[in-house]
């Protein structure tokens, strides 16, 4: 349902001037109303459905605890100041280049002010839950492209494996070093009704958004910083490396300080200003398919000064173009021979090829039951409640009902080609209908989730909005570790469900608070100051030319000037 | 050329750093403050205000803040404010205006004019640092494309470049308030820019020992100290070309040169732990050497003649 895409700029977007500090000085705005969110009121959902979760109000007018301090900054706050902040944020972003491609366009990634607020108790379900779910998404990869042992055992039919569209038989028989297919994950996830998280799908491809929860951080901490302060906010900035840390602990076998290179497609795909940061932040190259070469099963990169081994890649394209060879023979963005070298083992390839399979939907209807299955535990994070239109009965069920429930096709990652009942038109139902009968393989149906909503700014005033939360998993093969924080993108428009970025999505800075009792917190209830050191003071400054002594002569030079100028009379 | 140009343009590199690196390294600890709520902001203030060398009171019943050192580092009048350096250079390109391109000055003079003071301060003060640090690269810049490398642009480079290594040093003597907020190195390797060259170095196996490293010792980095000292060094040798016939055999005649290239081997020779373990008293002594230089320079290549004043002789 979600989806990063370039979104359109926001009416609020300054355009891009020349950089001064005056910039946003004039303090004569009319000032805007700021409105008190109300109780959120679900739209175009079917009567009598619950009501969404509103994350930031337990009440009409009382804040969850979690929320208090940005509450009470944000009331704090006069509409002309709220003005200027908006306006510092867009800029921060124009500025920086922070962007989306769209249609060879650049777009700045709307950024909402009001940060997301997750309690520590909250987000230690999210932590296990992701890494458990990381966990058995490994063991079933392994299992997938190697014994199929749920296959035998009858957890999943050998029927939906093959054909899932991005299984790939060429990843058979490849071996990771360090047995790790999914380097990074992003797991999408959802609160529903009750405020309890659900995943919506998982993306163990190439799940893109990570700069993005990294930049709105800095941003968001700069330009809203007094809330910021209040806050113990657990910090994102290890993520690179971490990521780093993974990408060379899948390194072949052997290997001595192994090179890890970010393949991208390029500078226009949507995702360059991630691929760039994310090698600039580890301080490993970027390559593209035409500075590799494969030959004698290892790949290697043109410098300078000649080919260079690398050992890791850390790709960034999809499976279909990494190598024309055993892929699509018309792809420039690969690399002859990749797979090849990735199958001798000389080469490491994160994340692994053959992941998508794991990304399909219907696949994602069996992950509960596969994560019993390979580790034994009950799933911390439940699906949201999926039918299976293979099955005749959920099938007829479906058709029965098309026109409360939500149907994607399994495949398509975001909002695209999803209908959503309610508000479908009757020829669009029926069109459906037929494409469903057509093809059972291709769709799943969900129950509309009414999405939980976080206040946001939309002008100057503050609305619910729906949320959805994509946190990111590292594997380095002996942890998952889960970034405190995550993707929250939102959907801007009013009532809207689908917070793809395509349909007019932003997003929101993500603040996971650390838990009581950490040693931080006890500080706050003490109120003790944490001691700083005193440093020795060192010598003023160099004085310049001394300025003083001088003043005499300044005198005399502008006497001078002045009898210059002063007309002669004899 | 004149000593009195001269003077300018040595000054007008000095002031220009000082105002860069003064925004850089307040940038990153106002931010600090920020973000770190539970650190004593009045020790905190007082540390920073006492490595810039400016004196404090010490009567600690009057809490030193934020505010404190916006004051005496940013807007106030002094020359160690940003505004007070821009200033000051300014004044010296208007002293040496014939000797300085007329896009410098009119570089220096359009930044003068947009400077704030402490009543109009700018309402977004990251904005503000950040708009210092590009006025400082487009004098530089301007200076690179435009001044011919003889005597003028060795004096202007000088000054810079003593000034870097003072202001480097200023700053990773802060290491110890940076790290009590268990962010160390990172900060303050961005507040030089230079995070991502030091990342790219190192290749992300990189350590707080590494860092420590690259801001001292990298040769190649050009806002390290030691790489600063030597491009200093180097300005001096070209300025007395002429005389150094007797150099090439023993030694080194001229005294800034020697107390530059002291205190760069002083660090180039020693374990690099060895410099760590007290890093405010060897920073501190790297800034003496730079103000000691600077002396030296001032006396043998800027002599004043004391301006004499004639009395009446009352009989």
């Given at each position: 349902?979600?989806?990063?895409?370039?979104?359109?700029?926001?009416?609020?977007?300054?355009?891009?001037?020349?950089?001064?500090?005056?910039?946003?000085?004039?303090?004569?705005?009319?000032?805007p109303?700021?409105?008190?969110?109300?109780?959120?009121?679900?739209?175009?959902?079917?009567?009598?459905?619950?009501?969404?979760?509103?994350?930031?109000?337990?009440?009409?007018?009382?804040?969850?605890?979690?929320?208090?301090?940005?509450?009470?900054?944000?009331?704090?706050?006069?509409?002309?100041?709220?003005?200027?902040?908006?306006?510092?944020?867009?800029?921060?972003?124009?500025?920086?280049?922070?962007?989306?491609?769209?249609?060879?366009?650049?777009?700045p990634?709307?950024?909402?002010?009001?940060?997301?607020?997750?309690?520590?108790?909250?987000?230690?379900?999210v932590?296990?839950?992701?890494?458990?779910?990381?966990?058995?998404?490994?063991?079933?990869?392994?299992?997938?492209?190697?014994?199929?042992?749920?296959?035998?055992?009858?957890?999943?039919?050998?029927k939906?494996?093959?054909?899932?569209?991005?299984?790939?038989?060429?990843?058979?028989?490849?071996?990771?070093?360090?047995?790790?297919?999914?380097?990074?994950?992003?797991?999408?996830?959802?609160?529903?009704?009750?405020?309890?998280?659900?995943?919506?799908?998982d993306?163990?491809?190439?799940p893109?958004?990570?700069?993005?929860?990294?930049?709105?951080?800095?941003?968001?901490?700069?330009?809203?910083?007094?809330?910021?302060?209040?806050?113990?906010?657990?910090?994102?900035?290890?993520?690179?490396?971490?990521?780093?840390?993974?990408?060379?602990?899948?390194?072949?076998?052997?290997?001595?300080?192994?090179?890890?290179?970010?393949?991208?497609?390029?500078?226009?795909?949507?995702?360059?200003?991630?691929?760039?940061?994310?090698?600039?932040?580890?301080?490993?190259?970027?390559?593209?398919?035409?500075?590799?070469?494969?030959?004698?099963?290892?790949?290697?990169?043109?410098?300078?000064?000649?080919?260079?081994?690398?050992?890791?890649?850390?790709?960034?394209?999809?499976?279909?173009?990494?190598?024309?060879i055993?892929?699509?023979?018309?792809?420039?963005?690969?690399?002859?021979?990749?797979?090849?070298?990735?199958?001798?083992?000389?080469?490491?390839?994160?994340n692994?090829?053959?992941?998508?399979?794991?990304?399909?939907?219907?696949?994602?209807?069996?992950?509960?039951?596969?994560?019993?299955?390979?580790?034994?535990?009950e799933?911390?994070?439940?699906?949201?409640?999926?039918?299976?239109?293979?099955?005749?009965?959920?099938?007829?069920?479906?058709?029965?009902?098309?026109?409360?429930?939500?149907?994607?096709?399994?495949?398509?990652?975001?909002?695209?080609?999803?209908?959503?009942?309610?508000?479908?038109?009757a020829?669009?139902?029926?069109?459906?209908?037929?494409?469903?009968?057509?093809?059972?393989?291709?769709?799943i149906?969900q129950?509309?989730v009414?999405?939980?909503?976080?206040?946001?700014?939309?002008?100057?005033?503050?609305?619910?909005?729906?949320?959805?939360?994509?946190?990111?998993?590292?594997?380095?093969?002996?942890?998952?570790?889960?970034?405190?924080?995550?993707?929250?993108?939102?959907?801007?428009?009013?009532?809207q469900?689908?917070?793809?970025?395509?349909?007019?999505?932003?997003?929101?800075?993500?603040?996971?608070?650390?838990a009581?009792?950490?040693?931080?917190?006890?500080?706050?209830?003490?109120?003790?100051?944490?001691?700083?050191?005193?440093?020795?003071?060192?010598?003023?400054?160099?004085?310049?030319?001394?300025?003083?002594?001088?003043?005499?002569?300044?005198?005399?030079?502008?006497?001078?000037?002045?009898?210059?100028?002063?007309?002669?009379?004899? | 050329?004149?000593?009195?140009i001269?003077?300018?343009?040595?000054?007008?590199?000095?002031?220009?750093?000082?105002?860069?690196?003064?925004?850089?390294?307040?940038?990153?600890?106002?931010?600090?403050?920020?973000?770190?709520?539970?650190?004593?902001?009045?020790?905190?203030?007082?540390?920073?205000?006492?490595?810039?060398?400016?004196?404090?009171?010490?009567?600690?019943?009057?809490?030193?803040?934020?505010?404190?050192?916006?004051?005496?580092?940013?807007?106030?009048?002094?020359?160690?404010?940003?505004?007070?350096?821009?200033r000051?250079?300014?004044?010296?390109?208007?002293?040496?205006?014939?000797?300085?391109?007329?896009e410098?000055?009119?570089?220096?003079?359009?930044?003068?004019?947009?400077?704030?003071?402490?009543?109009?301060r700018p309402?977004?003060?990251?904005?503000?640092f950040?708009?210092?640090?590009?006025?400082?690269?487009?004098?530089?810049?301007?200076?690179?494309?435009?001044?011919s490398?003889?005597?003028?642009?060795?004096?202007?480079?000088l000054?810079?470049?003593?000034e870097?290594?003072?202001?480097?040093?200023?700053?990773?003597?802060?290491?110890?308030?940076?790290?009590?907020?268990?962010?160390?190195?990172?900060?303050?390797?961005?507040?030089?820019?230079?995070?991502?060259?030091?990342?790219?170095?190192?290749?992300?196996?990189?350590?707080?020992?590494?860092?420590?490293?690259?801001?001292?010792?990298?040769?190649?980095?050009?806002?390290?100290?030691?790489?600063?000292?030597?491009?200093?060094?180097?300005?001096?040798?070209?300025?007395?070309?002429?005389?150094q016939?007797?150099?090439?055999?023993?030694?080194?005649?001229?005294?800034?040169?020697?107390?530059?290239?002291?205190?760069?081997?002083?660090?180039?020779?020693?374990?690099?732990?060895?410099?760590?373990?007290?890093?405010?008293?060897?920073?501190?002594?790297?800034?003496?050497?730079?103000?000691?230089?600077?002396?030296?320079?001032?006396?043998?290549?800027?002599?004043?003649g004391?301006?004499?004043?004639?009395?009446?002789?009352?009989?």
């Open positions: 349902m979600v989806e990063l895409e370039p979104a359109p700029t926001p009416s609020a977007m300054p355009a891009a001037g020349p950089v001064s500090w005056r910039a946003s000085s004039d303090s004569t705005r009319p000032s109303l700021l409105v008190k969110p109300e109780p959120v009121t679900p739209e175009g959902s079917v009567p009598g459905a619950a009501v969404a979760w509103d994350e930031m109000f337990e009440s009409a007018h009382t804040p969850r605890r979690a929320y208090k301090q940005v509450h009470s900054a944000l009331s704090r706050m006069s509409g002309d100041e709220l003005r200027s902040r908006v306006d510092a944020l867009a800029r921060t972003y124009l500025d920086q280049g922070v962007t989306f491609d769209l249609g060879g366009e650049e777009r990634f709307p950024l909402d002010l009001v940060p997301r607020v997750i309690a520590a108790a909250e987000w230690e379900v932590e296990h839950g992701v890494a458990q779910r990381v966990r058995a998404l490994e063991a079933f990869l392994a299992d997938v492209y190697g014994p199929r042992q749920a296959v035998a055992d009858g957890v999943i039919p050998l939906v494996l093959v054909t899932a569209s991005n299984f790939h038989r060429e990843a058979a028989g490849i071996e990771p070093a360090n047995g790790v297919r999914v380097h990074v994950a992003g797991i999408d996830l959802v609160r529903d009704e009750a405020g309890t998280f659900r995943v919506l799908e993306n163990v491809r190439v893109s958004g990570v700069s993005y929860v990294l930049a709105n951080r800095q941003a968001v901490s700069q330009v809203f910083s007094e809330a910021f302060g209040d806050h113990r906010i657990r910090p994102l900035s290890d993520y690179p490396r971490r990521l780093l840390a993974a990408l060379r602990a899948a390194a072949p076998d052997g290997t001595v300080d192994p090179a890890v290179v970010v393949l991208t497609p390029g500078i226009y795909n949507s995702a360059y200003f991630e691929h760039a940061l994310l090698a600039r932040s580890m301080g490993v190259e970027l390559v593209e398919g035409r500075d590799l070469v494969c030959h004698h099963g290892q790949v290697w990169m043109r410098t300078t000064s000649g080919e260079r081994r690398v050992d890791v890649i850390y790709r960034r394209i999809d499976d279909e173009f990494m190598d024309p055993h892929f699509r023979s018309d792809s420039l963005l690969g690399c002859p021979g990749l797979l090849t070298a990735a199958r001798s083992g000389h080469v490491a390839i994160a692994g090829i053959g992941n998508g399979v794991a990304d399909d939907k219907l696949v994602y209807t069996y992950i509960p039951d596969l994560l019993r299955y390979y580790l034994g535990e799933p911390i994070l439940d699906n949201v409640r999926t039918w299976r239109l293979q099955e005749p009965d959920a099938r007829a069920e479906v058709l029965d009902r098309l026109g409360e429930l939500v149907v994607k096709p399994v495949d398509g990652s975001g909002g695209k080609d999803l209908v959503i009942g309610p508000q479908a038109s020829a669009e139902l029926d069109a459906l209908r037929t494409k469903i009968r057509l093809d059972p393989r291709g769709w149906a129950p509309v009414q999405l939980s909503t976080v206040p946001t700014l939309c002008g100057l005033e503050l609305q619910p909005r729906h949320v959805d939360l994509r946190p990111f998993a590292v594997n380095d093969g002996d942890d998952v570790w889960v970034l405190p924080g995550g993707l929250t993108r939102v959907a801007l428009a009013k009532g469900l689908v917070v793809n970025s395509s349909q007019g999505g932003g997003s929101k800075d993500t603040w996971v608070l650390r009581a009792g950490s040693k931080d917190i006890e500080d706050r209830a003490t109120h003790r100051r944490r001691p700083v050191p005193v440093l020795p003071e060192m010598a003023e400054p160099d004085p310049g030319p001394d300025d003083e002594t001088t003043s005499d002569q300044q005198q005399q030079q502008q006497q001078q000037q002045s009898q210059g100028i002063r007309p002669v009379r004899c | 050329m004149l000593s009195r001269a003077e300018s343009l040595f000054w007008i590199g000095r002031y220009v750093e000082r105002a860069d690196d003064t925004a850089r390294i307040l940038d990153v600890h106002l931010q600090l403050l920020v973000e770190d709520p539970w650190a004593d902001e009045d020790t905190a203030c007082r540390s920073l205000l006492a490595v810039m060398g400016v004196p404090v009171e010490a009567d600690h019943s009057e809490p030193v803040g934020r505010e404190d050192v916006l004051v005496r580092l940013a807007f106030g009048p002094a020359t160690g404010s940003i505004v007070g350096s821009l000051a250079a300014r004044e010296n390109a208007r002293r040496a205006r014939e000797t300085v391109s007329t410098m000055w009119g570089c220096l003079n359009t930044t003068w004019n947009a400077l704030p003071d402490l009543e109009s309402p977004d003060i990251h904005r503000f950040g708009w210092v640090r590009e006025r400082a690269a487009i004098v530089a810049g301007i200076a690179d494309a435009t001044m490398r003889n005597d003028p642009w060795h004096f202007l480079v000054g810079r470049s003593i870097r290594a003072d202001m480097t040093a200023r700053l990773l003597a802060t290491r110890a308030l940076v790290s009590t907020s268990g962010l160390a190195w990172p900060v303050l390797l961005r507040s030089c820019g230079a995070y991502e060259a030091f990342l790219r170095t190192y290749r992300g196996v990189a350590t707080d020992r590494h860092a420590a490293e690259f801001l001292l010792l990298d040769r190649l980095f050009p806002r390290s100290i030691v790489h600063a000292l030597q491009q200093g060094e180097q300005c001096l040798s070209q300025l007395s070309a002429a005389e016939y007797n150099d090439r055999r023993i030694g080194v005649r001229d005294d800034a040169r020697r107390l530059l290239g002291r205190t760069r081997t002083d660090l180039e020779y020693r374990a690099l732990a060895e410099v760590v373990a007290d890093l405010p008293e060897e920073m501190d002594r790297v800034q003496r050497a730079c103000t000691a230089a600077s002396d030296v320079i001032a006396s043998r290549y800027f002599p004043h004391a301006a004499t004043s004639w009395v009446t002789e009352y009989s």
